[in-house]
């Protein structure tokens, strides 16, 4: 009799839960809000049937900001309650991050190198055993081959960022 009991009671708690925290949520083209006099004042339609779910973040938000339109911006701007950086101190922070992308180059092209002179152009030297298992020496020929290349491509990947980074001209 007690589990009956405590079974109706959950299901009844499970069945009331989605009814009372599901609100009412109007479109507004690609804005959402859960705000009715908002809704009312755009001609928002109200979303039936399925799951909203709405991620916070730089776009837009469930909350309207006020009418200036602006939510199909690409501009990024910084958290609220960031502090703001000055020129000079951002150029500072830029040349820091040059130089040590610079260093990481050095270091990813001087391995390079040494992996290209251990590789000898697909024909490394034998080691060991790998006279006599010749799949052996064929496996660590595909293992320096794929190495080169992800080395190749880290490279790629830290001149990309270099790239991206501003000249250090003061202005």
Excluded: H
């Amino acid at each position: 009799m007690k589990t009956a009991s405590l079974i109706f009671l959950a299901g009844s708690l499970l069945a009331a839960l989605p009814a009372s925290s599901q609100e009412r949520v109007w479109r507004c083209g690609n804005e959402y809000t859960n705000n009715a006099t908002i809704a009312q004042q755009k001609g928002c339609k109200v979303m039936e049937g399925g799951n909203v779910t709405v991620v916070q973040g730089g776009g837009g938000t469930t909350k309207s900001s006020g009418g200036s339109g602006s939510s199909g911006s690409s501009v990024a701007r910084a958290p609220a309650g960031s502090p703001r950086v000055e020129g000079v101190d951002q150029r500072a922070r830029d040349g820091e991050a040059r130089s040590v992308l610079e260093s990481e180059l050095k270091k990813a092209e001087a391995r390079q190198a040494e992996l290209q002179k251990e590789y000898n152009n697909g024909e490394p030297e034998k080691q060991g055993s790998e006279g006599r298992n010749y799949q052996k020496y064929l496996d660590r020929v595909a293992e320096m081959k794929a190495e080169l290349a992800r080395n190749e491509s880290d490279i790629a990947g830290i001149r990309r960022e270099i790239g991206r980074l501003p000249t250090n001209k003061p202005q």
